[in-house]
């Protein structure tokens, strides 16, 4: 079982205010770059860090983590496993954050980090909320904000696969990326000529009895390339002649007739 480090070496969540220097060290997370667009960009992150480290001249800064494009629903991170190897060593007091949900959105896991973290006497302190998990008290309230923010991601993760399914039953466009034929307008399905001449002529060239092989062979000969800018495979002809996209109908259970246009 690990040892608490006692306050006379600076060490541990009570260390703060004993005249001694305490090395800190900061977590920043984004999990996209629209989110870093949003004004939750790691730079953003490190200004507050850094506005909170000037008020407590007792802390020095001796490392930053960064987990760019990282779900904060798994601990599956870079730096922060790179953190929590470090943080066995005990050579730091405090994990700073912009906000706790920059730790973990997912409040399990962020429960997680942190029971680990002071196992070790290191104790997560977020900048912008004044939380710090050495506090009962603040441990409480921020677990009942974080209960309340779980279920309303809850809510908003089932009114869309709702939105979805029902768009789905009606024939529409639910999203993802369309086959090769068509493009996405107005978040609906139409027909792309330039894709759709090519599904044409495949279908003509099956039609006259030629092989998968042979008719990705002609195209990739001809410089025909993909949606994707690349060659053509017997397999993913096959795959894309399947695909009930292109006869105007959609997949949800069984498959239905869809509100967009076949390729004829």
């Known amino acids: 079982m690990a040892q608490t480090p006692s306050r006379e070496n600076g060490r541990g969540p009570t260390g703060e205010g004993s005249g001694k220097t ?6 920043l997370r984004v999990s996209t770059d629209r989110q870093a667009e949003e004004g939750l960009g790691l730079d953003i992150q490190q200004d507050y860090i850094a506005g ?13 983590f960064r987990d760019g494009g990282h779900s904060g629903s798994t601990l599956d991170r870079p730096a922060l496993r790179d953190l929590m190897l470090l943080a066995k060593e005990q050579p730091f007091t405090k994990v700073l954050v912009a906000k706790m949900d920059r730790l973990a959105r997912d409040l399990f896991v962020q429960l997680f980090i942190e029971k680990e973290l002071l196992v070790h006497g290191i104790e997560v302190v977020s900048v912008t909320e004044g939380f710090n998990t050495a506090s009962p008290t603040d441990i409480a309230f ?8 779980q279920l309303e991601r809850s809510k908003i993760t089932e009114r869309l696969l709702s939105g979805r399914r029902k768009k ?18 107005n978040h609906e399905l139409v027909v792309d000529e330039e894709g759709a001449s090519i599904i044409l002529r495949i279908r003509k060239l099956r039609m006259a009895r030629m092989s ?7 195209l990739n000969a001809e410089g025909v390339k993909t949606r994707n800018g690349a060659r053509w495979y017997a ?8 695909n009930p996209v292109l006869r ?3 997949k949800y259970g069984t498959i239905r007739d869809g ?3 076949p390729i004829e």
Do not use: C, M, W
């Open 168 to 185: 789905l039953e009606n024939g529409g466009y639910a999203g993802g990326r369309p086959p090769t034929g068509y493009k996405v307008k």
């Open 235 to 242: 397999s993913g002809i096959h795959r894309l002649l399947r």
């Open 22 to 27: 305490h090395r800190v060290v900061a977590y």
């Open 212 to 218: 998968f092989e042979r008719i990705a062979s002609r």
């Open 142 to 149: 921020r677990q009942l904000l974080g209960v309340f923010a």
């Open 259 to 261: 509100i967009h246009k």
């Open 248 to 250: 105007g109908k959609v």
């Open 52 to 64: 909170y480290l000037r008020k407590h001249p007792d802390l020095k800064l001796v490392r930053v």
